[in-house]
């Protein structure tokens, strides 16, 4: 008979496993409580750090749908269950990695597939969601400025060349009658 506190810890990770947009699993071994206070409030809003033992974790990735966790559930294990943007949190546990020898990076599970740590630092290496639709709404505007510059073109040089052949005939019209001058005598 599982305990009730057992089973209530199962079904709270197995929540967080389903709500949550990616998982990335930690090692904290020689983490203090000050430093994982302070990993907690790099991660944000967006993101929630919770040490946990690892049988439960695997129940947990069992009941939420969750496979390929298995193989990064040994050690002392803490996970980072994120709800908003995966990159920001990968950003802010690579960071904190670097930074404290105590956190190791695993592995992690995103879009109904486990991640290798390999995964996981090259997930923290890209542009935030933000910054990649800057650039591509940057390059959008470029292309469109280039396209109506090009649609603008033909219809710019008929213009000047309207504007030319008006110059020529007015210049060919002032000139005629300077010509005329010595025309017809008066009857």
């Known amino acids: 008979m599982a305990r009730p506190d057992k089973v209530e810890a199962v079904d709270e990770i197995a929540d967080r496993f389903r709500g949550a947009s990616a998982s990335v699993v930690t090692e904290y071994s020689g983490l203090s409580v000050a430093q994982l206070k302070e990993l907690r409030r790099s991660l944000g809003d967006n993101a929630t750090f919770r040490v946990a ?29 994120v709800t908003g943007e995966a990159v920001d949190a990968a ?36 542009e935030s969601r933000e910054v990649l639709l800057a650039k591509l709404a940057g390059a959008m505007k470029g292309n469109l400025a280039k396209a109506a510059g090009l649609f603008q073109a033909p219809a710019s040089q008929v213009a000047r060349l309207a504007q030319a052949l008006a110059d020529k005939l007015a210049a060919e019209g002032a000139a005629a009658p300077a010509e005329g001058d010595s025309a017809p005598a008066e009857s």
Not at 104 to 113: A, E, F, P, T
Not at 114 to 121: G, R
């Open 53 to 81: 033992k690892n049988t439960l974790v695997k129940r947990a990735a069992a009941d939420a749908g969750v496979d390929g966790l298995d193989e990064l559930l040994a050690g002392p294990t803490a996970i980072a269950f």
């Open 91 to 126: 950003k802010a546990l690579k960071k904190f990695a670097k930074d404290n020898k105590g956190l190791v990076i695993k592995g992690g599970y995103m879009d109904g597939r486990a991640l290798t740590s390999t995964e996981v630092e090259k997930l923290a290496d890209l």
